[in-house]
């Protein structure tokens, strides 16, 4: 069961904006969750990783009525929803909140996301206003508000931190920084994390066309379902 979590800055976006994925997922026997969370500045990013937590736990609990399994459940998702996938998956207070251990995301796939280490975002985008704006609106100038709110900071050994796909624009300078420094925490604390660069997507592509005949991104992340539940198996 894979639960998507759509990106947008935060602040738009829509659990409607699926593409293909739907289709991708279900012809291979998976069943795709694509869900909502309040968006800023209804909500800071700790309402989200709570909304994102108890949408878990709706899957979690109704799991068997769509054919589904409760051991078997995946978060994903693309520049925003990536960070907050990371989040909910590192930071064991939002599953705890709603009665749940970090494993029970069995594993998470993130595509092209940038505020794996939010202060260090600060730092990658100090030349280009918007975007400083925009994380400055989202995550405020607080450095600790900034590390909290940063999936890196809650890296840690013996957490139950799932096995993550980190998959990431090839020649996207801040995504490429941010995705290899987030995977290499994880292969320091003895999490499995794989990082992947796309070569020849955009922020856009790498989300939109998964489902291609061809795509590579699409054939490392069934490969990386398929991983997970051969070693289940086993």
Request: aromatic fraction near 8%.
């Amino acid at each position: 069961m894979i639960v998507w979590i759509h990106g947008g800055g935060w602040h738009k976006g829509d659990k409607a904006n699926v593409q293909d994925k739907p289709t991708v997922f279900n012809d291979r026997g998976m069943l795709l969750i694509s869900i909502n969370y309040r968006l800023h500045p209804a909500t800071d990013y700790k309402g989200q990783a709570g909304d994102i937590a108890r949408a878990v736990r709706w899957v979690h609990d109704h799991a068997n009525e769509y054919g589904g399994s409760a051991e078997r459940i995946f978060v994903m998702g693309h520049s925003a929803g990536a960070h907050l996938a990371a989040l909910v998956s590192t930071d064991p207070r939002y599953l705890e909140a709603e009665g749940l251990k970090l494993h029970a995301i069995k594993g998470a796939i993130l595509l092209d996301g940038g505020g794996y280490d939010i202060p260090r975002q600060f730092e990658l985008v100090a030349t280009r206003p918007r975007s400083i704006e925009l994380f400055r609106r989202v995550f405020t100038d607080d450095v600790e508000k900034q590390k909290d709110a940063s999936p890196i900071t809650h890296v840690a050994t013996d957490k139950s931190i799932p096995p993550f796909l980190i998959l990431h624009v090839a020649d996207r300078r801040v995504s490429t920084i941010q995705s290899q420094a987030f995977g290499k925490k994880l292969n320091e604390a003895g999490v499995r994390a794989q990082v992947v660069a796309a070569e020849d997507k955009t922020h856009a592509t790498i989300n939109r066309e998964i489902g291609k005949p061809g795509d590579v991104p699409t054939r490392r992340i069934f490969e990386f379902l398929k991983g997970m539940l051969r070693m289940e198996a086993e």
